[in-house]
T-cell receptor, first 116, second 112 residues
Framework: NAGVTQTPKFQVLKTGQSMTLQCAQD?????MYWYRQDPGMGLRLIYY???????DKGEVPNGYNVSRLNKREFSLRLESAAPSQTSVYFC???????????????FGSGTQLSVL | KQEVTQIPAALSVPEGENLVLNCSFT??????LQWFRQDPGKGLTSLLL?????REQTSGRLNASLDKSSGRSTLYIAASQPGDSATYLC???????????FGTGTLLAVQP
């Protein structure tokens, strides 16, 4: 069972470069999320999507754009990477909507991004 | 401001010991609380989800309890094994803030 698949696993960028992180889930989930994980700060929500074509900003959306292409795929784009965006990025999905008591999250294995 | 705190940050126990991991939260109007496991270099795996109307959940050797009035959740691991070594994170969805807030985790090492 694939679950949530993220690509790439590792990426090194120079300041100002752009890139797109890809995420796909095969569980037919409605909700999809992008998080970043930084030491000592826990996971923080970047963007959320409740369904195809809808996206909402999370706690730290600045510098990022997202696209919910279809029910399976949710991509995260860095238009002009900055050193402050060095982090581990996780995609997640859930059958339930955000804020539902039944909101159980399934995570991908992450992308380790370094911006020099 | 909603906060989720996990103490201790690290814990080392001998194999076979029963142990308790702690999670405290400031927003008593939570919708749910989840416990996750994270292995080095990997994503998070959901272990247990306790909805706000529930008091505990069990899965195998794991038992999680929720006490909203005191702002605490505990994860009990019975008969610990070296394979249980990982970072354990809790996260609660606050009704007052409408956010899912993660703790920074407890790094557990189970010594053979």
């Amino acid at each position: 069972n694939a679950g949530v698949t993220q690509t790439p696993k590792f990426q090194v960028l120079k300041t100002g470069q752009s890139m797109t992180l890809q995420c796909a889930q095969d569980m037919n989930h409605n909700s999809m999320y992008w998080y970043r994980q930084d030491p000592g700060m826990g996971l923080r929500l970047i963007y959320y999507s409740a369904s195809e074509g809808t996206t909402d900003k999370g706690e730290v959306p600045n510098g990022y754009n997202v696209s919910r292409l279809n029910k399976r795929e949710f991509s995260l784009r860095l238009e002009s990477a900055a050193p402050s965006q060095t982090s581990v990025y996780f995609c997640a999905s859930s059958e339930a909507l955000r804020g539902s008591p039944r909101e159980k999250l399934f995570f991908g294995s992450g992308t380790q991004l370094s911006v020099l | 401001k909603q906060e989720v705190t996990q103490i201790p940050a690290a814990l080392s126990v001998p194999e076979g010991e029963n142990l308790v991991l702690n999670c405290s939260f400031t927003d008593s109007a939570i919708y749910n609380l989840q416990w996750f496991r994270q292995d080095p270099g990997k994503g998070l795996t959901s272990l247990l989800l306790i909805q706000s109307s529930q008091r505990e959940q069990t899965s195998g050797r794991l038992n999680a309890s929720l006490d909203k009035s005191s702002g605490r959740s505990t994860l009990y691991i019975a008969a610990s094994q070296p394979g249980d070594s990982a970072t354990y994170l809790c996260a609660s969805y606050g009704g007052a803030t409408n956010k899912l807030i993660f703790g920074t985790g407890t790094l557990l090492a189970v010594q053979p």
